[in-house]
């Protein structure tokens, strides 16, 4: 026997009661008569019924078409009009509410009958229809998408959703949605979800705070999350649009580190053209090297040749603790130099440090314990080694000088060494002036070779060599400027390289450098 849940509208209160005893006869729940529009309206809201039973003629001011247009357009719930007229005005009028069906005046049960279930049958399948359409569209986009319902438990994901979380749909479906949330944001998130529901907006979720999603394993995802409400038959679902940015985390990193080294350098440069202090400008590139790896302590020097051989000139050491009370004479001597000279020379380089000058290559130790190259161990008082990272510093094919970190916690890799490297391009115009004012080269030559290096140091990409987003402000004010003086018109053209991240994931960044530079 039927099930479904009927609305009559009628105004005719003997039309309305016989089709009510039809309905019931043929098994069919009515759930209600409604005598106008208005009322048709409150009590589709009040009932949600599955079909509503609409006749087109009605008193008041909102007839049966204007009526069926609202509930369409609100409760999306199918309507069959009733009507004694074939008039095809009207008929053309009620053709733009998309009604299933039309039952004419007078209509025995039979008519009634098939006409319902084929309305009924047609409602269903393209519901079921649209939404397997729906599915479709969800599974086929590059984000994730997780709906959950008002009791926050998922009702659907798709299949970048089970790729993000490690989940399969089957673990994820009818679970709260905090499992994908990191415990220490469980709590606190379910008194959100409820906030959200009590006023559903399109907006995006924690602004201003960084987000993320737990996987399986337990790792962190970070990510951007888009809440959208979503009204159905079974009350409100909201869609969340959960998008990777890791990409973007790590070019936001890589700006920031870029950033920060182009401040340290200019810093740097800045005041060794104003005070010709090489101990003071060298200090600023190592604490930016020391921030940039979390390494503990390090020191830069220049390659110099003594009496007795080649040897580092320390000009700067940074973060390291010594105990006074062991190997207190060396310390003090140590200590005597900077004071008095501005700077230690060590000509012992059988060791670690030294093997960079020897090599004229990048050593990367992360046992130094069992590393064949630290041939010595350090000083009594000296604090332990337990990383090392150190980078020559070249002008040209000329070795300079060298920076070197140590006792990073995870060790050093070639990520550490790209930043030091970018800070050593710096450092060699420092050192190089430094060697050459050895060599008696005129201070003011060397200014001027210095404020050029500085002006390109400022205005180019340390790795590229290509005019860098300073350079680009410079020449932007201008244009804009000349643009308004001289009332011309001004543009600016912006070209996408597409697809060249794939070029420095596959073929390394230096051809990508190479590409950009071509472009």
Excluded at 245 to 252: G, L, N, S, W, Y
Excluded at 257 to 280: C, H, I, N, P
Aim: with cysteine; net charge negative; proline share 4%.
């Amino acid at each position: 026997m039927a099930d479904e849940k009927i609305l009559i509208v009628e105004d005719e209160r003997i039309v309305d009661e016989d089709i009510k005893g039809r309905l019931g006869r043929l098994g069919y729940n009515v759930l209600a008569i409604a005598a106008s529009g208005e009322e048709a309206i409150r009590k589709t809201e009040e009932h949600s019924p599955d079909l509503v039973l609409m006749d087109i003629v009605l008193q008041g001011d909102t007839d049966g078409i204007d009526t069926a247009n609202q509930i369409n357009s609100r409760f999306n719930i199918p309507i069959v009009y009733l009507t004694a007229y074939s008039d095809e005005g009207m008929l053309e009028r009620a053709k733009i509410t998309e009604p299933i069906g039309y039952i004419i005046k007078p209509f025995d049960e039979s008519e009634l009958n098939a006409t319902i279930k084929m309305a009924l049958y047609q409602y269903k399948y393209g519901r079921r229809r649209r939404e397997f359409v729906l599915k479709e569209i969800l599974e086929s986009l590059p984000d994730a998408l997780v709906i959950t319902d008002g009791k926050g438990e998922i009702r659907f994901v798709n299949s970048q959703a089970e790729k993000f979380s490690g989940y399969s749909r089957d673990e994820l479906i009818g679970s709260p949605v905090e499992v994908l949330l990191p415990e220490r944001l469980r709590e606190k998130h379910v008194d959100h979800r409820r906030g959200y529901y009590s006023d559903p907006k399109s907006r995006s979720m924690g602004i201003w705070r960084d987000l993320y999603i737990r996987r399986k394993d337990g790792s962190e995802l970070g990510v951007d999350v888009s809440l959208s409400p979503l009204k159905t038959d079974e009350g409100v679902l909201v869609i969340s649009d959960i998008r990777d940015i890791t990409d973007r985390k790590a070019i936001e990193k890589d700006l920031k580190v870029k950033t920060e080294q182009m401040v340290a350098v200019s810093k740097a440069m800045t005041l060794f053209l104003d005070t010709g202090y090489w101990r003071e400008a060298s200090s600023i590139i190592l604490s930016s090297a020391l921030g940039q790896t979390d390494s503990e302590y390090g020191f830069i020097g220049v390659a110099v040749n003594l009496a007795k051989g080649p040897a580092l000139r320390v000009f700067a050491v940074e973060g390291i603790v010594w105990d006074k009370n062991i190997g207190r004479e060396l310390y003090e001597n140590a200590m005597r130099g900077f004071s008095e000279k501005g700077y230690i020379d060590f000509p012992n380089l059988d060791n670690l440090f030294g093997s960079v000058i020897t090599n004229r290559e990048v050593v990367i130790s992360n046992v130094p314990a069992s590393d064949p190259r630290a041939r010595h161990n350090q000083p009594q008082g000296h604090p332990p080694l337990r990383s090392f990272l150190g980078v020559p510093i070249f002008k040209g094919q000329d070795l300079v000088g060298m920076i070197g970190v140590a006792n990073r916690k995870e060790g050093y890799s070639g990520e550490e060494q790209s930043r030091i490297e970018i800070l050593c391009n710096a450092a060699s115009v420092l050192y190089d002036s430094y060697l050459g004012h050895e060599k008696e080269i005129t201070l003011e030559e060397e200014r001027k070779r210095a404020e050029e290096e500085v002006h390109h140091l400022a205005y180019y990409d340390l790795l590229t060599d290509l005019p860098n987003s300073l350079m680009l402000r410079d020449d932007i004010d201008r244009a804009i400027t000349m643009a308004r003086k001289e009332f011309v018109p001004f543009a600016l053209l912006v070209v996408n390289l597409n697809r060249f991240k794939e070029i420095n994931n596959t073929l390394g960044y230096q051809k990508g450098d190479i590409v950009l530079q071509q472009v």
